[in-house]
């Protein structure tokens, strides 16, 4: 039984670095795929982890308007994540992917609006930007809105309100535990 375990562990050790090697061929013709693939596979824990090199595939990516590697580079340096931590840039990679429609990017930003990180605050321009992740159904934009109306931050205090919407962001999670756990 051990031989056998031995065996796969070489081997996906083995397929893993010709997973790699294929995926920087293809990026390196430019594959922007690929480049975002890299990112994902550097950044991840595990034995090929490298923060430098996942900030360098996602910033390629990302730079040919991959949406996907700009929220990662918006995340990695909201949270200085193998980068130096820099909310100016944070917000530049969010704002770029919350502008093409991504709702993670959208509640992220609108966040950072809320808490005056990297932009002037404003709980306007955060209520916007969580409302446009909220109607994609992003749990966690859903939630932002109850909190900012449990508060009163930029919106009239109003539990009932917030409440609705934590409501809301507590259904979209359990259907989607409920997926996971069918899967």
């Known amino acids: 039984m051990i031989k056998i375990i031995l065996k796969l562990v070489v081997f996906l050790f083995l397929f893993s670095g010709v997973v790699i090697v294929t995926f920087l061929f293809?990026?390196?013709v430019g594959n922007v795929w690929a480049e975002h693939q890299l990112g994902n596979i550097y950044a991840r824990d595990g034995f090929t982890q490298d923060y430098v090199q996942a900030e360098k595939w996602y910033r390629r990516a990302a730079e040919q308007g991959d949406v996907d590697s700009q929220w990662n580079l918006g995340v990695m340096y909201d949270i200085g994540r193998g980068v130096v931590h820099n909310d100016k840039e944070a917000v530049k990679w969010y704002r770029l992917a919350a502008e093409r429609?991504?709702?993670?990017a959208q509640n992220n930003l609108g966040w950072m609006y809320h808490e005056g990180q990297g932009v002037e605050k404003s709980y306007s321009m955060a209520m916007q930007l969580l409302q446009l992740?909220?109607?994609?159904?992003?749990t966690e934009a859903q939630n932002n809105i109850?909190?900012?109306y449990h508060a009163g931050q930029g919106v009239k205090k109003d539990d009932v309100e917030a409440v609705?919407?934590?409501?809301?962001?507590?259904?979209?999670?359990?259907?989607?535990?409920?997926?996971d756990a069918k899967k």
């Open 26 to 28: 293809a990026a390196k």
């Open 101 to 104: 429609g991504d709702a993670k």
């Open 133 to 138: 992740a909220a109607k994609q159904g992003l």
């Open 146 to 148: 109850g909190e900012m």
């Open 164 to 179: 609705k919407w934590y409501r809301l962001a507590t259904e979209h999670m359990l259907k989607k535990l409920d997926v």
